[in-house]
């Protein structure tokens, strides 16, 4: 993924539960620390019409260059490093019922994009 990578799609089997979302993701590190508010949270999730795809934003005051939180915090990736995304086992589906297990998701980060569209 890049550097200034600005959304993720996580895709679920059954409609989900909302107001859920930034309680039960986690960013963690090369180390298994957490990433602090990597991502932008918002009160009205980005979810489809069927609560099965959520579309989660990447903090952009983080990842574009010469704004305040970029230059205070950082960008919440880092190029060379790798990452986990977690989903916690007790996020519920729209019918009350928990995931039967966490999901994790490793990835590792690549140079930004800076290519124009």
Do not use: C
Not at 100 to 113: I, L, M, S, T
Request: no cysteine; glycine share 6%; hydrophobic share 40%.
């Amino acid at each position: 993924m890049p550097e200034n990578l600005l959304k993720l799609y996580l895709h679920f089997s059954a409609p989900m539960s909302k107001g859920e979302a930034f309680k039960r993701l986690h960013l963690l590190d090369e180390s298994g620390a957490e990433v602090s508010l990597p991502f932008l949270e918002i009160a009205e999730e980005l979810w489809d019409r069927e609560f099965k795809r959520l579309t989660i934003l990447f903090d952009p005051g983080r990842i574009k260059r010469d704004l305040v939180p970029n230059k205070e915090v950082g960008p919440p990736l880092r190029a060379g490093k790798k990452y986990t995304l977690v989903i916690d086992a007790d996020w519920k589906d729209a019918k009350g019922v928990p995931l039967k297990a966490p999901h994790r998701k490793q990835f590792e980060v690549g140079p930004a994009d800076r290519t124009p569209l």
